[in-house]
């Protein structure tokens, strides 16, 4: 069993938390997550994962096969070596990046909606309303996670 420290435990329990707050998953795969993003690019083995966790082979298993299928983890192989190495996936980031687009899209459009029946049903004009305030915000976040998503894309590219 290796010896781990105490600053990566404490580090993974935090970023684990926020993540399974964040995204809705289970802890034990808010946790895994969190250590695959603390560890080198090189990733950790199975048997690396379960000796980290202390969780059984099973859990450590299923909870690897979800972040596997949510695409913010990925596995390789050495040849010769007959384990499987996980990592954080490379465009992990830019994922994320692309769902909050998609969420603030959605915002957007909603309060386009009510700014419209408000505006058409209770005379309320842009300078006295919040929901119009709250569009010019959301509509910031999207050029700022456009233009976010146009460098990691140029920089996902070049090192591909």
């Not at 603390?38 to 950790?44: I, P, T």
């Not at 687009?101 to 915002?107: I, K, P, R």
């Given at each position: 069993?290796?010896?781990?420290?105490?600053?990566?435990?404490?580090?993974v329990?935090?970023i684990?938390?926020?993540i399974?707050k964040?995204?809705?998953?289970?802890p034990?795969a808010?946790?895994i997550?969190?250590?695959?993003?603390?560890?080198?690019?090189?990733?950790?083995?199975?048997?690396?994962?379960?000796?980290?966790t202390q969780?059984?082979k099973?859990?450590?298993?299923?909870n690897?096969n979800l972040?596997?299928?949510?695409?913010s983890?990925?596995?390789?192989?050495?040849?010769?070596?007959?384990?499987?190495?996980?990592?954080?996936?490379?465009?992990?980031?830019?994922?994320r990046l692309e769902k909050?687009?998609?969420?603030v899209?959605?915002e957007?459009?909603v309060?386009k909606q009510i700014?419209?029946f408000?505006?058409?049903?209770?005379?309320?004009?842009?300078e006295?309303?919040?929901?119009f305030l709250?569009?010019?915000?959301?509509?910031?976040?999207?050029?700022?996670?456009q233009?976010?998503?146009?460098?990691?894309e140029?920089?996902l590219r070049?090192?591909?």
């Amino acid at each position: 069993m290796k010896e781990y420290s105490v600053e990566k435990k404490k580090a993974v329990e935090s970023i684990g938390l926020h993540i399974e707050k964040r995204t809705q998953i289970a802890p034990l795969a808010a946790r895994i997550q969190a250590l695959m993003i603390l560890s080198s690019d090189k990733g950790m083995s199975f048997d690396e994962i379960v000796d980290f966790t202390q969780a059984s082979k099973s859990s450590i298993s299923s909870n690897l096969n979800l972040l596997l299928q949510m695409k913010s983890m990925e596995y390789y192989t050495i040849p010769g070596d007959r384990k499987r190495y996980f990592r954080s996936s490379k465009d992990y980031l830019f994922l994320r990046l692309e769902k909050y687009l998609e969420m603030v899209n959605e915002e957007i459009q909603v309060t386009k909606q009510i700014n419209e029946f408000n505006e058409k049903h209770h005379e309320v004009s842009e300078e006295d309303s919040f929901g119009f305030l709250f569009k010019e915000f959301l509509e910031q976040q999207k050029n700022i996670i456009q233009n976010t998503l146009e460098k990691m894309e140029r920089n996902l590219r070049t090192n591909n």
